[in-house]
């Protein structure tokens, strides 16, 4: 794969590069095959108009610089599945990195999304390969010098500009909004680059009256209710149900939870005392053993892919007492208490050893199980899940730290302009999530001056992701000249309504201090995408996009 500067492949510089795929004389050398008709995977337009609506603005540029392109609409289970699982047969599909607590730290993403051994099940799930970015992802970690470390998380930021193995788009500005009628608005907090739909804000909430249950919106089913699986909705549900030792608070500080003491004692050597008198859900007690396996068991790679990078810095994970666990680090992480302390919930072996033996010998990962019973330790308890229309969770009195609320009731409502009427007759009371036009959330509030509403630049960001495994793809030059025919702002003002700002990086603006701010490529630019297209030997004939000389359609079937 090219993963190189764009090259160039001709004589013509400038203007004249420009000229030659505006007009039609072409180059002196026969020029390659037609490139393939492109298909473009995006969500439902009801289910998310903002997707729905920068797909069709990325394919109106594409489609003016020859580029056959066609968009395939499937619900987002089925998206999921056709891209996740299938890595060789897509071409490009509108995708979203969700902001999570434990992503305030830039490790995460840094490293999970672009590292090269994790293309195959990882998050790297596009295949981009570079060992210069793996050298930079893996010294950011290892970097204990905060300030030497943001250079480098600073420099994977410009690495991946220079490479566009995504086309971002935008870090949205999401709007959630609650009842006050019903909860204590000084119980409900936001929580720096997520919103107010958090861990700190369901555990706190104060009911006001009878009504005690918290009735919230999701816009689509969850695949999955697996701990050690990540789910865009079903990390909202797995966070509560399971314990962490740590977790990341309202201002993106990781601090002790299920550990009542976590000690650096040298540079590699973590010990974390367990709380005393823990129980699962099932009244079993948590131990220490249950807390080394909940370690042990991501870092088979082949078996837990995507929980794996939290893990692979794991040297040993040793019980040193009745309460306390100790971590041997193979290098220096400065992420660790956030990016792995914070992540890996605790579950427990009685469970999930006997989940895992059943996998041995099987292709079959962790992360296609579909767990039933839902047993963590966690603050609410598990009720049913009647998919896909609910998921209920209860109170768990036992906890250390118990919520106030009696019953959290997750319900899918994939219609947007649906779910304002439920928040405004008042069968959900908490909105969670919100991906049709934001505007019209704030228009409710000025209506009913009961919802109050917060609006949070996201964690996450939205994008493009283009399969590199797949020509014209595996071409830097090609996908530069993707990126710059798009313009963020555009998309910013027309598919998100001005709810959300340009992005350039995997690193959000909601964390100032990370991200680089000339990450952000200049797009809009048609005239020069198409200039880099004829500098790197692409023609046009017959108004459609041809190969550079010599180069042939490998891919004749999805």
């Known amino acids: 794969m090219k993963h190189g500067k764009p090259t160039r492949r001709t004589l013509l510089s400038g203007a004249s590069a420009a000229l030659a795929l ?62 996740w699982m299938n890595r060789t047969k897509w071409d490009m599909t509108t995708w979203e990195m969700v902001g999570r607590p434990e992503r305030s730290d830039p490790d995460e993403l840094t490293y999970s999304l672009f590292y090269s051994g994790l293309a195959d099940t990882g998050y790297d799930f596009v295949g981009y390969k570079n060992s210069e970015y793996d050298r930079l992802a893996k010294a950011q970690r290892a970097e204990e010098d905060r300030d030497k470390r943001v250079a480098l998380v600073k420099q994977t930021q410009m690495l991946i500009k220079r490479d566009q193995p995504y086309v971002y788009l935008v870090y949205p500005r999401r709007s959630m909004a609650f009842n006050t009628e019903i909860w204590d608005p000084a119980t409900i907090v936001e929580e720096a680059g997520i919103g107010i739909r958090n861990f700190w804000s369901f555990l706190q909430a104060k009911p006001l009256g009878a009504q005690k249950d918290m009735i919230l919106n999701a816009p689509q089913p969850t695949s999955t209710l697996n701990p050690v699986h990540m789910d865009p909705i079903g990390s909202w549900v797995t966070d509560m149900i399971w314990d962490h030792l740590m977790r990341v608070d309202i201002h993106g500080n990781p601090v002790p939870w299920a550990a009542e003491q976590v000690r650096l004692t040298d540079p590699t050597t973590v010990e974390a005392v367990l709380r005393d008198g823990m129980k699962f859900h099932d009244g079993q007690p948590v131990t220490a053993e249950d807390v080394q396996y909940s370690f042990q068991m991501p870092a088979v790679k082949a078996k837990a892919p995507q929980f794996y990078p939290n893990v692979a810095n794991i040297d040993s994970v040793t019980v040193t007492g009745p309460r306390t666990v100790q971590f041997k680090l193979k290098a220096p992480q400065a992420a660790f208490f956030t990016a792995t302390l914070s992540k890996i919930a605790i579950i427990p072996k009685h469970v999930w050893k006997p989940i895992m033996d059943g996998l041995e010998g099987t292709s079959q990962t962790v992360e296609d199980y579909r767990e039933q019973k839902c047993i963590g330790s966690g603050p609410f308890r598990f009720v049913h899940w009647r998919d896909p229309e609910e998921i209920m969770l209860e109170r768990n009195p036992d906890h250390w730290s118990p919520p106030k609320l009696d019953r959290w009731i997750l319900r ?33 509030a000025k209506q009913e001056p009961k919802i109050k509403v917060v609006t949070t630049t996201d964690l996450g960001f939205q994008y493009i992701a283009l399969n590199l495994r797949r020509p014209p793809f595996d071409d830097t030059a090609f996908r530069v000249a993707l990126s710059t025919a798009i313009s963020r702002r555009i998309m910013a003002a027309a598919a998100w309504n001005g709810y959300a700002e340009p992005a350039g990086s995997c690193v959000s603006t909601a964390l100032p201090f990370w991200h680089a701010e000339d990450s952000l490529l200049a797009g809009g630019d048609l005239a020069k995408s198409k200039q880099l297209l004829a500098a790197a030997g692409y023609t046009l004939a017959g108004g459609q996009l041809h190969y550079p000389a010599g180069r042939k359609e490998e891919i004749t079937s999805g």
Do not use: C
């Open 22 to 83: 505006g007009a039609e004389p072409l180059h002196a050398e026969t020029p390659g095959d037609p490139i393939r008709p492109l298909v473009l995977i995006s969500k439902p337009q009801a289910n998310d108009p903002a997707q729905y609506q920068a797909a069709q603005l990325a394919m109106q540029e594409w489609r003016k610089l020859g580029l056959k392109v066609t968009l395939q609409v499937l619900p987002p289970t089925q998206q999921s599945s056709a891209v």
């Open 412 to 444: 899918t409502v994939s219609n947007q302009e649906a779910t304002l009427g439920m928040l405004r007759n008042g069968e959900i009371n908490f909105l969670a999530i919100f991906t049709g036009d934001p505007q019209n959330v704030a228009e409710l």
